[in-house]
């Protein structure tokens, strides 16, 4: 594994995410994962999946009050069905982007949103060694 070129990749992700997020809410699972984003000075809206509700309901409040959102639930198999159904449900609605789990899915050893803090720190200390 190239640790430069992943850094790099993960780091200009990260401030794409950072402007894009500026106009355009994150969708995760947890508050793990806004706490992790916060960490990596990703300060836009960030809205957590609320598991009181169904993923029906949720989505028609996303689609009440966006037209486009990034969707950032975690790379493992729960993510990737939480992903596919927020998709479907706000099909039509809202354009929704998944551009950038895709990015730290392919860069990463990690399979969540709220392990990226260490990982890029990973990065780091094997480049310094």
Known sequence: MDYKKTLEDIQKALS????DNKKI???????????ALRKLDINGTIVSLNKGISITDFCDHLADSYKEIIILTDWDRRGGYLCHAIKKNLEGRVNCNIYYRS????????RTVEGLPSWIETLKDKLKS
Request: glycine share 4%; charged share 35%.
């Open 25 to 35: 809410p994150i969708i995760v699972e947890g508050e793990k994962d806004i706490e």
């Open 103 to 110: 990015t730290f899915a392919k860069n990463s050893m990690i």
């Open 16 to 19: 794409e995410l950072n402007e």
